[in-house]
């Protein structure tokens, strides 16, 4: 296994913001995740498992581990029914290829989540979504390397609790398993309406009645361009801040003095407000703060367009979460993970 010392990190996360890892390497099977985890360990080295680094952020300084980065391919088609195919991918395999190749056979449960950066085995640690379709919703189990026990463990769906862009790999269970495969079951048939309400409307636009897997990835590929800037052009994580989870009590109040704030119940009186929508309302949407850009199309996103390094970044968060709570009473909460 190849071994490379003091690599600037940068280069593999897509917000382009990041020191120095001590090593890098690359594992391309669960063999090679078991030396690399028992080496680590043996040598008091920490390490940390990278997909595509499109949902992480790195400090400025060294971080004095060894960075893995997760290069376990394969695809297999492990079952069919007459109502159902069901798909086993290596971790290492990028996400949208996956949603791509089984779009166009025709299968649905991951159409609207087209174009999401990213590998396939990290996209379970924040539940992907996008209009309306989660990865739980099609996720069976997974394989992994548990690094409590050094065993490859299945986990089933329930196993890995998901919720909204949470399961236990970023809470609970944090750092201690690292994903081999993941199981998918798709179904055969066709996308069926009601849509998310910007997906529908976009369909509804372009005079699109018959719907198909193609054609919803299509749509969604389409609304995204707009939305979401393009990495390799304008550096960026996707939604830097997660959407609110606000108490009933707090929206009640809020919609009071801001009667149009959009409110979606999730049940158990909590709502989910759009932080786009909060931080818009301060008047940040398309400022520059710290060489950080605000997207103009969404206020979710920051791009880096001239931060000097993760102080410029965390200072510009800090600038966002401050106007939003100092406005709202509304704490958010960054989506990206932060290598350490
Ligand atoms: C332009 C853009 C648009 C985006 N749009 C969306 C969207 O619509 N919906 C959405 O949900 N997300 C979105 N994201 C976020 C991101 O694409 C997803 O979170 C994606 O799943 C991250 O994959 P990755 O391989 O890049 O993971 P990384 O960024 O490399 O890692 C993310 C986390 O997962 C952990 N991890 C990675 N691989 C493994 C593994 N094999 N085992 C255990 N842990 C692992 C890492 O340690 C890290 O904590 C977007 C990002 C960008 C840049």
């Known amino acids: 296994m190849d071994i490379r010392t003091n690599i600037p990190l940068k280069q593999y996360l897509t917000m382009q913001i990041g020191g120095t890892a001590r090593f890098v390497t690359e594992v391309h099977s669960a063999e090679d995740v078991r030396t690399i985890v028992t080496n ?19 400090p400025d300084g060294r971080y004095n581990g060894i960075v893995i980065r997760n290069c376990i391919m394969g695809y297999e088609e492990i079952a069919e029914d007459k109502d159902t195919v069901t798909v086993k991918l290596g971790a290492g395999e990028v996400w949208d290829d996956f949603v791509k190749r089984v779009t166009r056979e025709n299968l649905i449960g991951v159409e609207a989540l087209s174009a999401i950066p990213g590998t396939c085995g990290a996209a379970p640690v924040q539940n992907i979504g996008a209009y309306g379709q989660e990865i739980s919703d099609t996720l069976t189990e997974l394989e992994a390397f548990d690094t409590q026990t050094d065993e490859i463990v299945t986990l089933s769906n ?33 996308p069926m309406p009601p849509f998310y309400s910007v997906l529908e409307n976009h369909l509804k636009e372009k005079n699109i009645t018959e719907y198909t897997a193609t054609n919803i990835r299509e749509a969604v590929i389409e609304i995204r361009a707009n939305r979401l800037p393009n ?33 979606f119940d999730m049940g158990g009186r909590i709502y989910k407000v759009p932080t786009g929508w909060l931080i818009e ?11 950080i850009r605000v997207n103009p199309a969404n206020a979710l996103v920051l791009i880096n367009e001239s931060a000097r390094g993760y102080s410029d970044l965390a200072q510009a968060r800090e600038a966002i979460s401050k106007a939003v709570s100092e406005k709202f009473h509304i704490h958010i909460e960054q989506e990206p993970l932060e290598l350490a």
């Open 231 to 263: 990495p390799a052009e304008k550096p960026n994580a996707g939604s830097f801040f997660k959407n609110s989870m606000v108490d009933k009590w707090l929206v009640d109040d809020l919609l009071q003095k801001y009667p149009d704030m959009p409110h």
């Open 281 to 291: 309302q301060c008047g940040l949407k398309g400022k520059l703060l710290h060489g």
């Open 40 to 58: 680590s360990r043996k040598e008091g080295v920490p390490f940390y498992i990278l997909g595509g680094g499109s949902n992480v952020i790195a």
């Open 158 to 190: 329930d196993d890995c609790k998901f919720r909204y862009r949470n399961s236990i790999f970023r809470t609970e269970e944090q750092g201690r398993y690292i994903i081999l495969t993941v199981t998918m079951r798709l179904y055969k048939g066709s």
